[in-house]
């Protein structure tokens, strides 16, 4: 069976890869494409490890096929630095001890930028209804939420 | 000077690349030519094989094998993993086989490894492989699994008693026979999975070269693993080495030595490729331990002003189908019923029965918040019987600080004495409740009502036997670059453990974080390793790390002093050198990078090392910490009740705790928060549901509910410390604390904003609909 051809835009660069009709966008991001940030915690949509804006557009990508992706932009987790400067939210995930084994981080990460993106301002009752697909069960959520709302200031400030 | 860290919010060092995306866990192990393994699982939780066709499958393009038990034995001297801990309470030994010979016994219970090109086509092929099962009877409720006439798990046993003990102290029926009082109650707990959000893998790769097999493994206990290989596959350990990549958490089941660890490691080496396993949600739902059903009778004695006289009762507990860790949980729970209270009298029978279901072992707590809440019902129910404050109760039961430590007439499963090391649980409730407002809580509860809002408020105190020994091995080394290596046995799951060992050492060589790498789980890097569990690695490696930087400081001052020709009091470290100190007279910051020290004891051929000591710059300590150190605290909810819905929504939440000394209190934070949500999680919403054929209900995690941001209350946390006189730091351990309390204090809560309705709650969790009921059953009553 012949592979498809996509190409896409991810973190700003173009990408071109293979894959098979049935392989999830997670799959295709994590071993066509070797970028092992996005994590698989259940592939059903239920935890938000695998999160990626899509078109701007945040996304399950175990919920979505590789062949969805093409011509469409993506962001993920190796995007969200700029060289060795981190962006606010992992600043402060960092100052703040916003994690603790990691493995939610990126997808958690990722819903959060979305959620500044849309509005710079949220309540913390707003950043827990955000972030409720987004299961972690090291952290109780506490000090995701306090570095959520320590980026969302500092990036206010600009 | 050196900075101080101990005791600092210091960042963690493991953060910077876990928040990059840059981490390697286990699925992000990617190695050439690399295989990977799906399984064929068991969809009955009883049944005989007949027959195994893997014709269909083998045909599948991309397809590779499909091992069964057959094609593994020629490479196993035993097809059983052994891992019971010793008791002599054990009926019968039930070790799991690698895979299903011809029977099956719990639904998720491995039968065939199929290894493809890639996971899509082994978990296609798996479908294929036709399995020939002819359906058993299953025992599905631990309590019906010990009646007469039941089915048994195992189609060769007599029955499903897997072990029975009894321990206990104090003449319970003197205590009994004096009593004022009598209340009794029958508990049933439950606590479901671990979920760790990854779920478990491995990936073996067999250089046949060399003849040596490499094990990657998302496990809490690689030197475990290392010893089971051994056993089974008749390998020596220089032919194999155990590591753990970054775990994205553990919480219990991972210290488990699982069927899938070995299939994987037989695989690489009879196919001469690597292989890869991941596990994905629904197989941690039916292959992964868990912590299930207890079902508790209880009674005490108390006298006319509510002290306890005496605490007896049985405990049925839901074993799962084989022994995969041990008989320690329901252990736990017995030996850790009395808890913080003065109970002069004891006396507690268990049963472990064994049900086709898959096996159980400790989950984030371990049999302790079972306790907690037993005790706890207990004391809500004197109150409400004596007409006393729930808090009054409890204050006169309370062991006082005076008496620390305490020593409880009972032994651990090892046979340790069980002594309260420190602390003072009259302070740790009182100014809980002073926190809490629980004096003024009456008022709020009043007006609540009147405008139709059912608010209540519960408390639960709590000890947790934290540390469990014998030991945890470390070595310090610092290397000819300068840098300052730790290694040790046991395994980061995300509590910080890098963190915490890089404070301790850094402490005594130099203050520079920045300049101590640590490996975890690795058993290449140490000889010996018990690994994570029970709250245990700051308080043992953290000793050991402790002792071992010393002596790697004392010798290093020493050589610097014959460098510098200066006497070692008059030297300090700073960073990643040792320099003379500014003061009169000598000539300041004349010194020599711990580099130099480092090559200096390296050795030179025919050259005599500096100051006629011993080589390198490194030690290797495993102090030896038998008796466990008992953390403590209280935990007081606040509660919100739907009479309608049964929703229960936490208003507020005080968490006080006492791990001794602090070493890092944002990661102390972060723990005490995080088993909270675990605990909370306990008593109101999760479930891992089977029916009554042993099938399981609950197998994602849109049915099996995990706490989620939108239900977590803030936590408000005081600290105590009560440090431990039981190690140089005097640290007790944390992770698991937070969700000891949990239940115990919600459920009294919930209990009391339903007081009009005469509401009592004798279970964990309970949900929306149960509370509902509950309050209709009120209703009638009435």
Redesign the interface.
């Known amino acids: 069976m012949a592979r498809n051809h996509i190409t896409t835009t991810i973190n700003g660069d173009e990408y071109e890869f293979l894959c098979d009709t049935e392989q999830t966008l997670l799959d295709c991001l994590r071993d066509e494409l070797f970028l092992t940030g996005t994590k698989e915690g259940c592939a059903s949509g239920d935890c938000g490890a695998c999160n990626v804006m899509l078109d701007g557009q945040l996304v399950c990508s175990c919920l979505v096929l590789g062949v969805e992706a093409d011509g469409k932009s993506m962001e993920t987790i190796e995007g969200m630095a700029h060289g060795e400067e981190l962006h606010p939210l992992q600043q402060k995930f960092l100052e703040l001890n916003g994690l603790q084994c990691g493995i939610c981080t990126p997808g958690i990460l990722i819903a959060a930028k979305a959620l500044l993106e849309r509005d710079p301002d949220p309540t913390e009752t707003e950043i827990r209804y955000w972030l409720a697909g987004n299961l972690c069960r090291c952290t109780g959520y506490d000090k995701v939420v306090r570095s959520v709302q320590a980026a969302a200031e500092e990036m206010r400030k600009g | 000077m050196s900075r101080a860290v101990f005791g600092e919010?210091v960042?963690?060092i493991?953060?910077?690349e876990?928040?990059?995306?840059?981490?390697?866990?286990i699925?992000?192990i990617?190695i050439p030519s690399m295989l990977e393994a799906a399984l064929v699982r068991s969809p009955h939780a009883h049944a005989e094989i007949r027959g195994i066709d893997a014709a269909a499958a083998l045909e599948l393009p991309g397809v590779h094998a499909v091992l069964t038990l057959d094609d593994l034995r020629p490479y196993l001297l035993t097809e059983f993993l052994v891992v019971g801990l010793p008791s002599p309470s054990y009926k019968q030994e039930r070790n799991r086989p690698v895979l299903a010979g011809d029977e099956v016994v719990y639904v998720g219970e491995p039968i065939a490894m199929v290894i493809a090109e890639?996971r899509?086509i082994a978990e296609d092929a798996a479908q294929l492989v036709e399995v020939d099962y002819d359906l058993l009877p299953a025992a599905a409720d631990c309590r019906d699994a010990l009646a007469d006439g039941a089915p048994t798990v195992h189609k060769d046993a007599k029955d499903n008693l897997l072990a029975e003990f009894s321990m206990g102290y104090g003449d319970i029926d003197a205590a009994f026979g004096k009593a004022a009082h009598i209340y009794s109650e029958h508990i049933t707990q439950h606590r479901g999975g671990?979920?760790?959000?990854?779920?478990r893998g491995a990936v073996a790769v067999h250089d046949p070269g060399t003849d040596q097999l490499t094990l990657w493994v998302s496990s809490q206990m690689p030197h475990s693993t290392l010893r089971v290989l051994v056993d089974m596959l008749g390998r020596d350990e220089n032919q194999m080495r155990v590591v753990t990549p970054?775990?994205?958490?553990g919480?219990g089941p991972k210290l488990v030595v699982y069927q899938e660890d070995v299939a994987v490691s037989v695989a690489a080496i009879k196919l001469g490729r690597p292989v890869k396993w991941?596990e994905?949600?629904r197989e941690h739902f039916i292959a992964t331990t868990q912590e299930r059903d207890q079902y508790w009778e209880v009674e005490v004695a108390v006298d006319e002003d509510a002290r306890i006289l005496g605490l007896r009762g049985s405990i049925v507990h839901d074993h799962g189908a084989y022994t995969a860790r041990g008989i320690n949980l329901p252990q736990n729970s017995a030996e850790s019923l009395p808890g913080p209270y003065e109970v002069p009298a004891f006396r507690m029978n268990t049963k472990l029965a064994l049900t086709n279901k898959v096996p159980v072992t400790p989950v984030r707590g371990a049999g302790h918040p079972q306790a907690a809440f037993t005790i706890e019902r207990l004391m809500d129910r004197i109150a409400r019987e004596l007409g006393l404050d729930r808090t009054e109760v409890r204050r006169r039961n309370l062991i006082q600080a005076q008496d620390m430590p305490y020593t409880r007439p009972l032994k651990t499963r090892g046979g340790v004495a069980v002594v309260l090391d420190s602390g003072d649980y009259p302070r740790s409730q009182k100014d809980t409740l002073e926190r809490a407002g629980w004096d003024q809580f009456p008022a709020r509860q009043l007006a609540a009502r009147e405008e139709g809002r059912y608010i209540g408020i519960g408390l639960a105190n709590f000890v947790k036997g934290t540390g469990r020994g014998p030991f945890e091995q470390v070595t310090v080394r610092i290397g000819t670059s300068g840098r300052v290596h730790v290694y040790t046995g046991g395994t980061a799951?995300?509590?910080?453990t890098k963190t915490m060992l890089a404070q301790i050492v850094a402490e005594q060589l130099g203050g520079d974080m920045g300049n101590v790498t640590v490996t975890t789980g690795d058993t290449a890097a140490t000889a010996l390793g018990i690994g994570t569990s029970n709250s245990r690695l700051a308080v043992t490696a953290g000793t050991s790390a402790h002792v071992a930087a010393g002596k790697v400081r004392e010798k290093a001052l020493k050589i610097a002093a014959h460098v510098l020709d200066s006497p070692v009091e008059d030297l300090e470290f700073d960073g990643a050198e040792i320099h003379v100190k500014d003061r009169p007279g000598r000539i300041a910051n004349v010194g020599v990078k711990l580099g130099e020290l480092a090559h200096a004891m390296a050795g030179t051929p025919g050259y005599s090392l500096p100051g006629g000591m011993g080589p390198g710059l490194e030690a290797t300590e495993h102090v030896i910490l038998d008796s466990k150190a008992f953390a403590s605290g209280t935990a007081v909810a606040e509660v919100e009740v739907d009479i309608e819905t049964g929703g229960v929504v936490i208003l507020n939440y005080v968490l006080a705790h006492d791990c001794g000394r602090i070493i890092n209190p944002?990661?102390v934070?972060?723990q005490a928060?995080?088993?909270?949500?675990?605990g909370i999680g306990n008593a109101l919403y999760e479930w891992m549901g089977y029916d009554e054929n042993g099938q399981p209900l609950t197998t994602?995690?849109?049915d099996y509910l995990?706490?989620?941001?939108?239900e977590?209350p803030?936590?408000d946390l005081l600290h105590h410390c009560s440090p431990s006189p039981l190690n140089p730091l005097g640290v007790k351990g944390v992770g698991e604390c937070?969700v000891v309390p949990a239940p115990g204090a919600i459920i009294s809560a919930v209990e009391d904003a339903l007081t009009p309705f005469g509401v009592h709650i004798d279970r964990a969790p309970i949900s929306p609909p149960e509370i509902v009921a509950l309050i209709e059953q009120g209703r009638e009553r009435s």
Not at chain 2, 194 to 199: A, D, L, Q, T, Y
Not at chain 2, 493 to 496: D, E, F, H
Not at chain 2, 673 to 678: E, F, N, R
């Open positions: 919010s960042k963690r493991e953060d910077p876990l928040l990059r995306g840059e981490a390697r866990f699925d992000d990617s890639d899509y671990s979920h760790s959000i990854e779920c970054d775990i994205g958490g919480f991941i994905d949600r799951i995300g509590q910080g944002m990661l934070d972060g928060i995080g088993g909270t949500a675990h994602n995690l849109a995990l706490v989620t941001a939108t977590m803030r936590i937070g």
